[in-house]
C-alpha cells in the first residue's frame, strides 16, 4: 500500500506511523525523522534544513522533493511505503503523483489525522524523544516509567527544538497557509480519508486500521 498521512505537527502522525508502518509491513519514511537525522550527523543537508526548521518554517520545496525522490527510489520502497509528513505543501503532492505516475503507480490512500490547536499544543508541549531508538513518549499522556529515559532501549530523552510555543504557533500557521490545501486536493482525486485522532493513541490506530480496511474492502 501506499499511504500518506497528514495532519497539523503533534496530531500524531510519527505515533500512528510506527504501528500503522509495521500493520502494513512497508517502511516508514517520515521527512521530519530524515532532516533531524540530518542535523544531527552535520551534513550540508542539515545544516540548510535547521535553518528553516527552527523557526518552524518549511524546508524548500526543491531540496525537499529530492530528498524524497531518492528514498523513495529505494528497493525497500518499491512495493509501498507510508510518508509521514511529505507532502507538505500543493507543489511537493504534485511532485510525488508525477514521481508515482513515472514509474506506473499512484497513492492508494491519505488519512488526514483531525485534531484541534488546543490538543496540538498540549501534546507538543509534552512531548519526549529518545536520542537512541526515536521513540515518542508524552509526559503526561504515554509517560515513560523513569523520568528522562526510554522504556524501551534506556536512552536519554529530548525535548526538540521546534516545541518551543513560539516556534509551535508559526508551525500551525505554517500548516494551515501551506499544508491544509492538501485535504482539498486529495478529496479531489476521491482519496482522503479523515479521522478523529483525538483519545488515547490504541483507539485511534483503531480507527486508522478501520480506515484501511475499508479501503481494501
Ligand atoms: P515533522 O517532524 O514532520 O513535524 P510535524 O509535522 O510538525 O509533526 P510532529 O512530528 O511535530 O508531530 P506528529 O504529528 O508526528 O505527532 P507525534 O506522533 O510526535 O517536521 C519537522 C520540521 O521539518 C518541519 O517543521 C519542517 O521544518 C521540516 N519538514 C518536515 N517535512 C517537511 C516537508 N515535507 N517539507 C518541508 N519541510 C519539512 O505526537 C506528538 C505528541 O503527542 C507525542 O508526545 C505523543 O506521545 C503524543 N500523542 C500522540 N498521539 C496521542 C494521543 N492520541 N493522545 C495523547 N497524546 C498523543
Not at 529505494?74 to 511505503?81: Q, R, S, V, W
Not at 508541549?125 to 526510554?150: L, M, Q, V
Amino acid at each position: 500500500m501506499r499511504l500518506v498521512l497528514v495532519g497539523p505537527p503533534g496530531a500524531g502522525k510519527g505515533t500512528q506511523a510506527d504501528f500503522l508502518a509495521a500493520h502494513l509491513s512497508v517502511p516508514k519514511i517520515s521527512t521530519g525523522d530524515i532532516f533531524r537525522a540530518n542535523v544531527s550527523q552535520g551534513t550540508p543537508l542539515g545544516l540548510e534544513a535547521k535553518r528553516y526548521m527552527d523557526s518552524g518554517g518549511l524546508v524548500p520545496d526543491e531540496v525537499t522533493i529530492n530528498m524524497v525522490r531518492e528514498r523513495l527510489a529505494e528497493t525497500d520502497a518499491a512495493d509501498g511505503f507510508l510518508l509521514d509528513g511529505f507532502p507538505r505543501t500543493v507543489p511537493q503532492a504534485v511532485a510525488l503523483d508525477k514521481m508515482l505516475a513515472d514509474n506506473g503507480t499512484s497513492l492508494d490512500l491519505v488519512l488526514e489525522l483531525v485534531v484541534d490547536n488546543d490538543e496540538v499544543i498540549r501534546r507538543l508541549a509534552g512531548r519526549r524523544t529518545c536520542h537512541t531508538c526515536k521513540r515518542i513518549w508524552h509526559i503526561e499522556f504515554d509517560p515513560p516509567t523513569y523520568n528522562g529515559s526510554c522504556d524501551n532501549c534506556g536512552g536519554e530523552l529530548y525535548q526538540r527544538d521546534d516545541d518551543k510555543p513560539e516556534t509551535v504557533a508559526e508551525r500551525l500557521r505554517v500548516y494551515a497557509r501551506d499544508t491544509s490545501p492538501l485535504v482539498d486536493h486529495y478529496a479531489a482525486q476521491g482519496k482522503l480519508v479523515g479521522i478523529d485522532a483525538t483519545g488515547p493513541v490504541e483507539d485511534v490506530t483503531e480507527r486508522a486500521i478501520d480506515a484501511l480496511r475499508s479501503y481494501s474492502a
